[in-house]
């Protein structure tokens, strides 16, 4: 069950592409998004293979939140779309990557015990 990690890629490529959706009319909030997009991005790809590389994402989640009042953002569709995607990259960070297992029984087909 990799699904956290994939939110946090989809998280990341959101944020290469939200300076252009929102409309951002800050450099310092469209820069901080294209970078922090890019980590995001590229650690949740390595959590894949290294699952305590997740943990590097709960960091660039909570740089997100405090980033807008840190870099002095304007415009209220950065600061929000900053915390709100801060708030869900840290959540799916912590989350565990478990493989899904399935029981197996030793039934043949036809068996109805």
């Known amino acids: 069950m990799t699904w956290p990690r994939w939110i946090n890629v989809a998280l990341g490529i959101w944020l290469l592409i939200a300076p252009a959706v929102l409309g951002y009319v800050d450099a310092y909030a469209v820069n901080n998004d294209r970078l922090l997009g890019i980590l995001i991005a590229a650690s949740a ?37 900053d915390i709100v995607v801060g708030i869900a990259v840290a959540v799916f960070a912590f989350l565990p990557s478990r493989a899904i297992t399935r029981p197996t029984t030793n039934a043949r087909p036809g068996d109805l015990s």
């Open 45 to 81: 790809i390595v959590a894949l293979w290294a699952p305590k590389a997740r943990f590097v994402n709960v960091v660039l989640g909570m740089w997100l939140i405090i980033a807008p009042f840190v870099l002095g953002y304007l415009g209220g569709n950065a600061v929000a779309n």
